[in-house]
């Protein structure tokens, strides 16, 4: 059963930076789609970015990050990490880890496309 837990939130001022990892138990071979997304104080949970890791690598980014925050995923595929620079206030959110544990091809920066969920960490930007 794969388990998702967050870590590497906190406060930062604007133009910081802040690196969140998820860390994967369980089996992680199948996870070929793993992405962040995020929710901020009455808006709905959106994507931010996402990677897909089968053969080849590929990443996807919310036009509001692109340029600031990179989606990485360790060889061992046990950790996903999302590096966040010159961050801004409307960054300011819950980030949520998220995979999907089945197979198929889906679109990436949807929500609906991923069945397991981290606690989620909260990052605040000031």
């Known amino acids: 059963h794969v388990q998702l837990v967050e870590s590497g939130g906190g406060s930062v001022q604007a133009g910081g930076s802040l690196t969140l990892s998820c860390e994967v138990s369980?089996?992680?071979?199948?996870?070929?789609?793993m992405a962040w997304f995020r929710q901020a104080p009455g808006k709905e949970r959106e994507a931010v970015a996402a990677i897909y890791d089968r053969i080849v690598t590929k990443t996807y980014y919310a036009d509001s990050v692109k340029g600031r925050f990179t989606i990485s995923r360790d060889n061992d595929k046990h950790s996903l990490t999302l590096q966040m620079n010159t961050l801004v206030p409307e960054d300011t959110a819950m980030y949520y880890c998220?995979?999907?544990?089945?197979?198929?091809?889906?679109?990436?920066?949807?929500?609906?496309?991923?069945?397991?969920w981290g606690q989620g960490t909260q990052v605040t930007v000031s």
């Open positions: 369980g089996s992680a071979d199948n996870l070929r789609y």
């Open positions: 998220a995979a999907r544990s089945q197979l198929g091809v889906v679109p990436p920066l949807v929500e609906t496309s991923y069945d397991r």
